[in-house]
């Protein structure tokens, strides 16, 4: 990895922060078994629809969830998306077929520096998630690294939730 | 609910992510029967050419050129290749585009066009392997075949680069690439070459057209040139621009306004 390569990536995460400081008064604390990033509670999950977890390129990654129609809330855990930075994995909370929460079961927090850099980064990310949907989008211009792999894990979701 | 594993063109999606060039660089492969070899391929393919391009080792046979080591007749193929682009793309935007420039003490650095390039290769390795339909981002710069499902362009979202939780357009494309240049991505990183100072007009442009490379030169040149920049890149064949001003209203040339997707909830 070239050293400038290093250097671009802490910018641009540090960057990050600079700009959410600003957006996020709320901010969560990391714990021991990830991070919870929803700013509200998981509201009355129906039924849970949990996939296993797996690496998104290999064939065995294919949806193996049963889709099941939308009509109440539902609740559907996506797949480990490793990062050079630590692995995503997201739970995504439907109601009536529509994106109500996303909860970040995994985020990067091995060390203190990425541990603030996820809490102050997750909530933000949640919220770009929520918009994307109605923006309805495959694909983003102008995407930075963790955000692209936790729309990776968002869209793995999306994909088993609608078959 | 058609069922994930039988392979109705688009319904499987594979995707993997590295990190090269200095950015995020992720294929998503809506092909079934596309070897999954053709991953590993590629991103070997991306990694020698960071290799080869990088001006941060010092044996690259760029920082070798610029050493006076090495002479053009004696690289390898790609990098006569990307020289011979950088020269075409300087001329074709009346200097916006400069290799040499680009650097505080002149010397040669085709970065610029090396990312979009090498990307633009990638794209037609997974086509000569089967490909027909799938994305490659590299870091925002997008190059796009096919469709994601049957009946439907892939949606492309250009960030917001004042509202991150927004996105400033989407675009509905089929086969074509799409570059994103502003102030956000890196920090203030786009200056205008003459004057070294970061361009004012503009906080993001975006050019869509056939070939990534262009379109992300293209992008580097007219986010330079300031306000007329969407027009130049009107003025190329097949190329659109759409650019979010400093004072947040946006900017459309009729290719890429032909491409926008109608708002949707």
Redo the contacts between chains.
Sequence with gaps: ?????IV??L??AA?LVL?LSF?TPTQTSPTADGLDVGQRSTPEPARSNTAPSSR????T???TAT?TPQTASDTVTGPV?P??FGNIQLKVTFSDGKIADVTALQLPNDRPRSAYISSVVAP?LR??AL??Q????????????TS??YA?SL??VL??NH? | ??D??VPTGGS??????E?I????I?I?LRDPFVA?SI?DEVFTYLRGV?ERF????PESQINRLGRGELEVGDCSPDVRQVLALCEELRVATGGSFDARAMQPDGHLDPTGVVKGWAVEQAGWMLAAAGARNF?I?A????VARGS?QAGRS??????H?VW????AA?LEVGDGA???S?T????THIGAPSTGRSAGNFL?L?VVGPSLTYADAYATAAFAMGGGGPAWVASQPGYGGFAVTTDRRTVWTPVAWDLRAAP??
Excluded: C
Aim: no cysteine.
């Design positions: 990895m070239p050293k400038r390569g671009a990536s910018l641009t960057g700009l957006k998104a390129d290999s064939p990654a294919l949806p889709p998306i990062t050079r933000f919220q770009e918009q994307a109605s923006a309805q989008i495959d694909l983003l211009s102008g995407a930075t690294y692209e792999a990776e869209q793995a994909d088993q078959g | 609910m058609a994930p594993r499987v999606r594979r995707v993997r992510v990190h060039m200095g950015t995020a992720g998503d999954g991953f960071d990088s001006s941060y080792r994305t981002n870091g925002g710069d997008v994601p892939w949606r492309i979202g250009i960030r680069p991150r939780d927004r996105v989407v799409i570059a994103t502003g956000y991505e890196r920090g993001s975006t949707t909830s």
